[in-house]
């Protein structure tokens, strides 16, 4: 039985408006699981903005046979002059919120925001792949370093530890526990250190009791499906706040 091979290309999204299309369609797809993440303040002023207004550094991963993309690599230049050390706290939001303002300087650092594969395609290395075309890009762009807020991928499996110490989990061979950041050594990153307040997401209780599949009885701190530490909620408010903390990592380029 003839086996298909798949024959893929790297382009961006300003390649068409048709391949811009597909790629908004599979990154609503990938992260609908995730979806409240999209209601941090940053996600809903900046985020669609800046894919567009840098749409020749948005990657598509696209398979030649269908022309249409199956994995995703979203990122966003900033200027940035200080230590990697000195990367606030607030993460992703803050990557957005500063790719977001034109200022007078240019931009020498990249920053990257997502990965996304089709979940048919998962298992294939192309999360991977798409690291090595985020530092690729950032070569041929002139930028010194590409920095990225890592949201790793098996602590959902584990909200009640605190990042700093899941970060320091190592598996059977001494490497990273987390698959996502094991990805990024590998590939050559440097581990800096927690972002504790990466995503954050405040919302009336409704918004949340929608997503968890239940009533709040009490103000405590909530398990939500696929979050990496639970939500906060207070009745008295009636708001329920979650802060996600993610783990800045840099490559030098």
Excluded at 199 to 221: C, H
Aim: hydrophobic residues 40%.
């Amino acid at each position: 039985m003839a086996v298909a091979i798949e024959r893929l290309t790297v382009q961006s999204r300003a390649s068409s408006a048709g391949l811009r299309e597909a790629a908004r369609t599979l990154e609503d797809l990938v992260w609908e699981p995730f979806g409240f993440l999209s209601h941090t303040e940053a996600h809903r002023a900046h985020y669609a903005d800046i894919l567009d207004d840098h749409a020749d550094l948005q990657l598509c991963l696209v398979d030649e046979e269908s022309e249409s993309p199956i994995a995703l690599a979203n990122c966003v230049p900033i200027a940035y002059d200080r230590a990697w050390e000195d990367l606030p706290q607030e993460g992703w939001d803050w990557l957005v919120e500063t790719g977001a303002k034109r200022g007078a300087r240019p931009a020498n650092v990249l920053g990257a925001l997502a990965v996304s594969v089709a979940p048919d395609h998962r298992g294939k290395g192309y999360a991977q792949r798409m690291i090595r075309e985020l530092k690729g890009l950032a070569t041929r762009g002139g930028f010194d370093a590409l920095v990225v807020p890592v949201r790793p991928s098996a602590k959902s499996e584990h909200p009640h530890v605190a990042m700093q110490d899941y970060v320091g989990w190592r598996n059977g061979r001494g490497d990273c526990f987390d698959p996502w950041l094991r990805s990024h050594v590998v590939q050559g990153a440097r581990i800096i250190g927690t972002c504790e307040r990466s995503m954050v997401v405040e919302e009336p209780l409704a918004f949340w009791e929608t997503w968890i599949g239940r009533r709040f009885e009490a103000s405590a701190p909530y398990l939500l499906p696929g979050a990496l530490v639970p939500v906060d909620v207070d009745l008295e408010r009636r708001t329920g706040l979650y802060e996600e903390p993610n783990v800045w990592v840099g490559y030098r380029i």
